[in-house]
Protein backbone atom coordinates (compact mmCIF):
# COMPACT_ATOMS: atom_id res chain seq x y z
CA UNK A 1 0.00 0.00 0.00
CA UNK A 2 1.33 3.78 -0.81
CA UNK A 3 0.89 6.75 1.23
CA UNK A 4 1.33 10.41 -0.41
CA UNK A 5 2.50 12.70 2.68
CA UNK A 6 2.25 16.50 2.50
CA UNK A 7 2.59 19.13 4.29
CA UNK A 8 3.70 23.32 3.53
CA UNK A 9 6.08 25.25 4.75
CA UNK A 10 5.35 27.85 7.55
CA UNK A 11 3.67 24.86 9.84
CA UNK A 12 5.38 24.95 13.20
CA UNK A 13 5.52 21.12 13.30
CA UNK A 14 7.73 19.50 16.14
CA UNK A 15 11.01 17.31 15.70
CA UNK A 16 8.91 14.77 18.35
CA UNK A 17 5.96 15.14 16.03
CA UNK A 18 7.75 14.44 13.14
CA UNK A 19 9.34 11.54 13.98
CA UNK A 20 6.22 10.27 15.36
CA UNK A 21 4.73 10.13 11.88
CA UNK A 22 7.99 8.71 10.14
CA UNK A 23 8.10 6.15 12.36
CA UNK A 24 4.28 5.09 12.23
CA UNK A 25 4.81 5.15 7.97
CA UNK A 26 7.69 3.02 8.27
CA UNK A 27 6.28 0.46 11.30
CA UNK A 28 3.35 -0.67 8.70
CA UNK A 29 5.56 -1.18 5.63
CA UNK A 30 3.79 1.55 3.45
CA UNK A 31 5.80 2.75 0.13
CA UNK A 32 5.21 6.38 0.56
CA UNK A 33 6.26 9.83 -1.81
CA UNK A 34 6.28 13.20 -0.06
CA UNK A 35 6.01 16.72 -1.56
CA UNK A 36 8.95 18.58 -2.10
CA UNK A 37 8.46 21.03 0.40
CA UNK A 38 7.64 18.72 2.98
CA UNK A 39 10.70 16.48 2.51
CA UNK A 40 13.05 19.48 2.71
CA UNK A 41 12.25 19.89 6.48
CA UNK A 42 11.65 16.27 7.38
CA UNK A 43 15.11 16.10 6.19
CA UNK A 44 16.30 19.33 8.07
CA UNK A 45 14.56 18.84 11.33
CA UNK A 46 14.97 14.85 11.86
CA UNK A 47 17.29 13.74 9.30
CA UNK A 48 14.66 11.89 7.33
CA UNK A 49 16.19 12.22 4.14
CA UNK A 50 13.75 11.26 1.29
CA UNK A 51 14.95 10.12 -1.84
CA UNK A 52 14.62 12.45 -4.83
CA UNK A 53 12.39 9.24 -6.66
CA UNK A 54 9.82 9.47 -4.32
CA UNK A 55 8.96 13.49 -3.86
CA UNK A 56 6.21 15.40 -6.06
CA UNK A 57 5.87 18.88 -7.14
CA UNK A 58 2.99 20.20 -8.32
CA UNK A 59 0.82 17.16 -9.06
CA UNK A 60 1.08 13.51 -7.92
CA UNK A 61 0.48 11.99 -11.43
CA UNK A 62 -1.45 8.15 -11.41
CA UNK A 63 -0.64 6.03 -8.87
CA UNK A 64 -1.56 2.34 -7.93
CA UNK A 65 -4.62 1.37 -6.32
CA UNK A 66 -5.07 1.77 -3.15
CA UNK A 67 -3.46 4.52 -2.46
CA UNK A 68 -3.72 7.42 0.07
CA UNK A 69 -3.01 11.07 0.67
CA UNK A 70 -1.82 12.06 3.87
CA UNK A 71 -2.06 15.90 4.80
CA UNK A 72 -0.39 16.22 8.11
CA UNK A 73 -1.56 20.55 8.98
CA UNK A 74 -4.57 22.22 9.21
CA UNK A 75 -7.57 22.35 6.66
CA UNK A 76 -5.43 25.43 4.45
CA UNK A 77 -2.70 22.33 4.35
CA UNK A 78 -5.81 19.65 3.31
CA UNK A 79 -6.99 21.94 1.04
CA UNK A 80 -3.60 22.68 -0.89
CA UNK A 81 -3.07 19.25 -0.72
CA UNK A 82 -6.66 18.35 -2.70
CA UNK A 83 -5.56 20.72 -5.64
CA UNK A 84 -1.74 18.20 -6.22
CA UNK A 85 -3.99 15.36 -6.99
CA UNK A 86 -5.24 17.29 -10.09
CA UNK A 87 -8.23 14.75 -11.07
CA UNK A 88 -6.57 11.43 -9.69
CA UNK A 89 -9.63 9.91 -7.67
CA UNK A 90 -7.08 9.29 -4.38
CA UNK A 91 -8.71 9.66 -1.07
CA UNK A 92 -7.65 12.17 1.27
CA UNK A 93 -6.75 11.50 5.09
CA UNK A 94 -6.59 14.98 7.01
CA UNK A 95 -4.34 14.82 10.13
CA UNK A 96 -4.81 17.79 12.52
CA UNK A 97 -1.69 19.53 13.14
CA UNK A 98 -3.60 22.43 12.99
CA UNK A 99 -6.47 24.21 15.26
CA UNK A 100 -9.75 24.23 14.44
CA UNK A 101 -9.73 21.39 11.93
CA UNK A 102 -13.14 20.54 10.37
CA UNK A 103 -11.56 18.56 7.44
CA UNK A 104 -8.73 17.05 9.29
CA UNK A 105 -10.67 15.50 11.52
CA UNK A 106 -8.33 12.94 12.34
CA UNK A 107 -6.66 13.56 15.55
CA UNK A 108 -2.24 14.08 15.92
CA UNK A 109 -2.34 12.02 18.72
CA UNK A 110 -2.23 8.07 18.35
CA UNK A 111 -0.44 8.08 14.49
CA UNK A 112 0.49 4.72 15.00
CA UNK A 113 -3.13 3.56 15.67
CA UNK A 114 -4.36 5.93 12.72
CA UNK A 115 -1.75 4.21 10.57
CA UNK A 116 -3.24 0.70 11.43
CA UNK A 117 -6.23 1.95 10.61
CA UNK A 118 -4.91 2.71 6.74
CA UNK A 119 -3.31 -0.41 6.25
CA UNK A 120 -5.99 -2.95 7.17
CA UNK A 121 -8.24 -0.60 5.22
CA UNK A 122 -10.66 0.17 7.81
CA UNK A 123 -11.39 4.10 6.84
CA UNK A 124 -14.73 5.56 5.53
CA UNK A 125 -14.33 7.50 2.28
CA UNK A 126 -17.03 9.83 2.01
CA UNK A 127 -17.82 11.90 -1.93
CA UNK A 128 -18.00 15.45 -1.79
CA UNK A 129 -18.58 18.09 -4.45
CA UNK A 130 -16.36 20.26 -5.88
CA UNK A 131 -16.91 23.61 -7.56
CA UNK A 132 -15.76 24.82 -11.09
CA UNK A 133 -15.37 28.24 -11.87
CA UNK A 134 -14.35 30.25 -14.77
CA UNK A 135 -14.18 34.03 -15.57
CA UNK A 136 -12.49 36.93 -15.42
CA UNK A 137 -9.93 36.03 -13.79
CA UNK A 138 -6.71 39.07 -13.94
CA UNK A 139 -4.31 35.94 -13.73
CA UNK A 140 -5.24 32.61 -14.82
CA UNK A 141 -5.57 30.32 -11.89
CA UNK A 142 -3.28 27.06 -11.73
CA UNK A 143 -6.54 24.79 -10.86
CA UNK A 144 -10.13 26.54 -11.89
CA UNK A 145 -11.20 23.51 -8.67
CA UNK A 146 -12.43 24.49 -5.11
CA UNK A 147 -13.83 22.29 -2.63
CA UNK A 148 -14.71 24.76 0.46
CA UNK A 149 -15.81 27.97 -1.61
CA UNK A 150 -15.38 30.40 -4.36
CA UNK A 151 -15.63 33.98 -3.04
CA UNK A 152 -15.73 37.71 -4.59
CA UNK A 153 -14.84 40.19 -2.02
CA UNK A 154 -14.17 43.69 -1.96
CA UNK A 155 -10.31 45.13 -1.48
CA UNK A 156 -10.20 48.66 -0.06
CA UNK A 157 -12.56 50.53 1.68
CA UNK A 158 -15.64 50.74 -1.02
CA UNK A 159 -18.38 48.73 -1.03
CA UNK A 160 -18.89 46.54 -4.07
CA UNK A 161 -21.98 44.96 -5.76
CA UNK A 162 -22.14 41.86 -7.11
CA UNK A 163 -25.32 41.14 -9.44
CA UNK A 164 -26.06 37.15 -8.64
CA UNK A 165 -28.00 34.78 -11.58
CA UNK A 166 -29.58 31.30 -10.54
CA UNK A 167 -29.85 29.34 -14.41
CA UNK A 168 -30.11 32.23 -15.65
CA UNK A 169 -32.59 34.15 -13.09
CA UNK A 170 -31.76 36.98 -10.86
CA UNK A 171 -31.37 36.54 -7.27
CA UNK A 172 -30.52 39.62 -6.10
CA UNK A 173 -27.64 42.53 -6.68
CA UNK A 174 -25.42 42.02 -3.31
CA UNK A 175 -24.13 45.41 -2.28
CA UNK A 176 -21.50 45.14 0.49
CA UNK A 177 -18.31 43.33 0.88
CA UNK A 178 -19.02 40.22 -1.57
CA UNK A 179 -20.58 36.87 -1.96
CA UNK A 180 -19.61 33.58 -0.98
CA UNK A 181 -20.77 30.73 -3.07
CA UNK A 182 -20.04 27.27 -0.93
CA UNK A 183 -20.49 23.48 -1.23
CA UNK A 184 -21.98 21.68 1.81
CA UNK A 185 -17.94 20.86 2.90
CA UNK A 186 -17.33 24.44 2.70
CA UNK A 187 -20.60 25.56 4.74
CA UNK A 188 -18.74 25.13 8.15
CA UNK A 189 -15.51 26.98 6.26
CA UNK A 190 -15.82 30.54 5.16
CA UNK A 191 -19.71 30.87 4.67
CA UNK A 192 -20.22 29.93 8.46
CA UNK A 193 -18.57 33.19 9.06
CA UNK A 194 -20.58 35.02 7.26
CA UNK A 195 -23.66 33.30 8.88
CA UNK A 196 -24.34 30.72 6.12
CA UNK A 197 -26.15 27.30 7.68
CA UNK A 198 -24.28 24.62 8.45
CA UNK A 199 -25.11 21.86 5.84
CA UNK A 200 -24.29 17.86 6.17
CA UNK A 201 -21.82 16.68 3.64
CA UNK A 202 -24.03 14.25 1.63
CA UNK A 203 -26.86 16.79 0.94
CA UNK A 204 -27.01 17.60 -2.75
CA UNK A 205 -26.50 21.44 -2.67
CA UNK A 206 -24.65 24.67 -3.07
CA UNK A 207 -24.93 27.68 -0.52
CA UNK A 208 -24.93 31.30 -1.77
CA UNK A 209 -24.06 33.71 1.22
CA UNK A 210 -23.72 37.61 1.33
CA UNK A 211 -20.45 39.25 2.49
CA UNK A 212 -21.57 42.38 4.81
CA UNK A 213 -24.44 43.14 3.37
CA UNK A 214 -25.30 46.79 3.42
CA UNK A 215 -29.19 45.70 3.42
CA UNK A 216 -29.64 43.32 6.41
CA UNK A 217 -32.75 41.51 4.90
CA UNK A 218 -30.20 39.80 2.31
CA UNK A 219 -29.68 35.96 3.82
CA UNK A 220 -28.00 33.11 2.65
CA UNK A 221 -29.51 30.95 0.12
CA UNK A 222 -29.51 27.02 -0.40
CA UNK A 223 -29.88 26.13 -4.16
CA UNK A 224 -29.93 22.50 -6.17
CA UNK A 225 -25.73 21.51 -6.86
CA UNK A 226 -27.04 21.29 -10.35
CA UNK A 227 -27.76 24.97 -10.65
CA UNK A 228 -25.43 27.14 -12.90
CA UNK A 229 -24.68 30.55 -11.04
CA UNK A 230 -23.13 33.45 -12.52
CA UNK A 231 -22.18 36.46 -10.68
CA UNK A 232 -21.14 39.92 -12.07
CA UNK A 233 -19.29 42.56 -10.66
CA UNK A 234 -20.58 46.52 -10.63
CA UNK A 235 -18.24 48.68 -9.10
CA UNK A 236 -17.04 52.65 -9.03
CA UNK A 237 -13.28 53.13 -8.23
CA UNK A 238 -12.87 49.99 -5.80
CA UNK A 239 -11.00 47.12 -6.48
CA UNK A 240 -11.79 43.32 -6.33
CA UNK A 241 -10.46 39.77 -5.92
CA UNK A 242 -11.85 36.32 -6.14
CA UNK A 243 -10.90 33.26 -4.07
CA UNK A 244 -10.93 29.71 -5.00
CA UNK A 245 -10.54 28.23 -1.57
CA UNK A 246 -7.32 29.90 -0.01
CA UNK A 247 -5.95 31.35 -3.56
CA UNK A 248 -6.72 34.68 -4.34
CA UNK A 249 -6.65 37.08 -7.41
CA UNK A 250 -7.52 39.82 -9.02
CA UNK A 251 -10.74 40.65 -10.58
CA UNK A 252 -11.47 43.80 -12.53
CA UNK A 253 -14.68 46.02 -13.15
CA UNK A 254 -17.32 44.46 -14.25
CA UNK A 255 -15.92 40.66 -14.30
CA UNK A 256 -18.28 37.80 -14.81
CA UNK A 257 -17.45 33.89 -13.41
CA UNK A 258 -19.63 31.21 -13.99
CA UNK A 259 -19.63 28.82 -11.24
CA UNK A 260 -20.97 24.80 -11.32
CA UNK A 261 -20.38 21.38 -9.96
CA UNK A 262 -16.92 19.84 -11.23
CA UNK A 263 -17.58 17.16 -12.86
CA UNK A 264 -15.80 15.17 -11.05
CA UNK A 265 -15.34 14.88 -6.74
CA UNK A 266 -12.53 14.07 -4.22
CA UNK A 267 -12.94 11.42 -1.63
CA UNK A 268 -12.28 12.81 1.90
CA UNK A 269 -11.00 9.96 3.82
CA UNK A 270 -11.82 9.52 8.02
CA UNK A 271 -11.82 7.15 10.99
CA UNK A 272 -14.07 4.90 11.57
CA UNK A 273 -15.17 5.77 14.53
CA UNK A 274 -15.43 9.65 14.07
CA UNK A 275 -18.59 11.22 12.28
CA UNK A 276 -19.59 14.58 10.30
CA UNK A 277 -21.93 15.20 13.70
CA UNK A 278 -18.91 14.13 15.95
CA UNK A 279 -16.67 16.75 14.60
CA UNK A 280 -19.25 19.44 14.09
CA UNK A 281 -19.85 18.89 18.17
CA UNK A 282 -16.69 18.48 19.32
CA UNK A 283 -15.42 21.39 17.42
CA UNK A 284 -18.28 23.98 17.95
CA UNK A 285 -18.50 23.00 21.56
CA UNK A 286 -22.14 22.30 21.17
CA UNK A 287 -23.76 20.95 24.40
CA UNK A 288 -20.66 22.15 26.85
CA UNK A 289 -22.31 23.73 29.91
CA UNK A 290 -20.60 27.08 30.66
CA UNK A 291 -21.84 26.89 34.22
CA UNK A 292 -19.40 23.91 34.40
Known amino acids: MKILLFSRQGLKHSSEELAALRDAAHQFGFEYAVNEEFAAILAEQIG ?19 TVMVCYGGDGTLLEGVHRLGHEPIPVLGINAGHLGFLTSAPNEGLKALFAEVAAGHLQVERRTLL ?13 LALNEFSIQRHGAGMISVETYVDEQMVATYHGDGVIVSTPTGSTAYALSAGG ?7 ACLVISPLAPHNLTMRPVVIPDTSHIRLRIRMRHNEAFAT ?40 MMWGLDPRS
Open 132 to 144: HVSGDFAEQPDSS
Open 197 to 203: PVVAPAC
Open 48 to 66: WKIPLASQYRFTVGPQPAG
Open 244 to 283: LDNRSYAAGKDATFEIRKAEHAIFLAVPHNISFYDTLRNK
